[in-house]
């Protein structure tokens, strides 16, 4: 039987599979957009690596050893800056594996019970929401899930691009 950790970390590796396929070949068009209204694909990747601030691993692992009390999650935000808009794919793709690092790290000492017991106060200030969230939650909705969506908006400008 697979356990959620399993799960998630296989669900985490597709995600990371289809990303780099979705990426391939976009050295050129990072800050190519198809009009105003939507992202490029630098702004979806910072994106998701930043959300929440400071990356899903970040916000798992204070969940996990408690130090974390409440997460502040701010919708439709890049997070982009001076430094991140100088950064070439490879540099991105660094970030990357950083993340995936870090979420594996985060993930390593981590029973099913704590992923899916152990909860974080949310609070969304442009909605004016508040909520609780399971570091469960965050994994399989604020990472996979929305980093599914954000894959499919990349492969929604390959294909604007030509790119197939």
């Known amino acids: 039987m697979t356990?959620?950790?399993?799960?998630?970390?296989?669900?985490?590796?597709?995600?990371?599979?289809?990303?780099?396929?979705?990426?391939?070949?976009?050295?050129?068009?990072?800050?190519?957009?198809?009009?105003?209204?939507?992202?490029?694909?630098?702004?979806v990747l910072w994106h998701v690596?930043?959300?929440p601030e400071g990356g899903i691993p970040k916000a798992v692992g204070g969940i996990l050893n408690g130090s974390l009390t409440e997460l502040v999650i701010i919708a439709d935000e890049t997070h982009l800056n001076p430094e991140r808009e100088a950064m070439d794919l490879d540099e991105i793709r660094a970030a990357l594996e950083g993340f995936f690092a870090d979420l594996e790290e985060t993930l390593r000492d981590a029973g099913d019970d704590?992923?899916?017991?152990?909860?974080?106060?949310c609070w969304?200030?442009?909605?004016?929401?508040?909520?609780?969230?399971?570091?469960?939650?965050?994994?399989?909705?604020?990472?996979?899930?929305?980093?599914?969506?954000?894959?499919?908006q990349l492969r929604?400008?390959?294909?604007a691009l030509g790119l197939g």
């Open 114 to 121: 704590m992923i899916s017991g152990r909860s974080v106060s």
């Open 156 to 159: 929604d400008i390959r294909e």
């Open 124 to 152: 969304f200030p442009r909605r004016s929401h508040r909520e609780d969230r399971t570091a469960q939650d965050l994994l399989e909705g604020l990472f996979i899930r929305h980093w599914r969506d954000h894959v499919g």
């Open 49 to 51: 690596l930043e959300d």
């Open 3 to 43: 356990t959620l950790k399993e799960s998630i970390l296989q669900s985490a590796k597709e995600v990371r599979g289809e990303l780099d396929a979705a990426l391939e070949g976009m050295d050129y068009c990072l800050d190519w957009k198809a009009n105003d209204d939507e992202w490029s694909a630098r702004e």
